[in-house]
């Protein structure tokens, strides 16, 4: 059985997207500052196109230029949490 268009959309649409109200917006946009956030479920808004965030992975800080095809995802998809493996082989050879 599939589940049904509306369960699979995530918040319901009377609620609107999830944002955080950032206190140095104006600045941001002014100054060319990243604003630091840990904020990873923040839906990015039209509004946020052309600042620069520093989004939380778990261990530090990774930069996000926003840009218009940005607009309705999340902050956190565009900050990887996990390394990509690599396998090398051993210094002993």
């Known amino acids: 059985m599939q589940p049904s268009l509306i369960l699979?959309?995530?918040?319901?649409a009377w609620k609107g997207p999830y944002?955080?109200?950032?206190?140095?917006?104006?600045?941001?946009?002014e100054d060319h500052v990243p604003i630091r956030t840990q904020e990873r479920s923040c839906t990015i808004l039209p509004n946020f196109v052309g600042i620069r965030f520093m989004v939380h992975n778990g261990?530090?800080?990774i930069p996000v230029t926003v840009t218009q095809d940005m607009v309705g995802?999340?902050?956190?998809?565009?900050?990887?949490t996990k390394k990509r493996f690599v396998y090398r082989m051993t210094k002993n050879r």
Do not use: I, M, T, W
């Open 8 to 12: 699979r959309s995530g918040r319901s």
């Open 19 to 29: 944002f955080v109200a950032f206190p140095n917006l104006k600045q941001a946009l």
């Open 59 to 61: 261990k530090d800080y």
């Open 73 to 80: 995802h999340k902050l956190g998809e565009f900050a990887h």
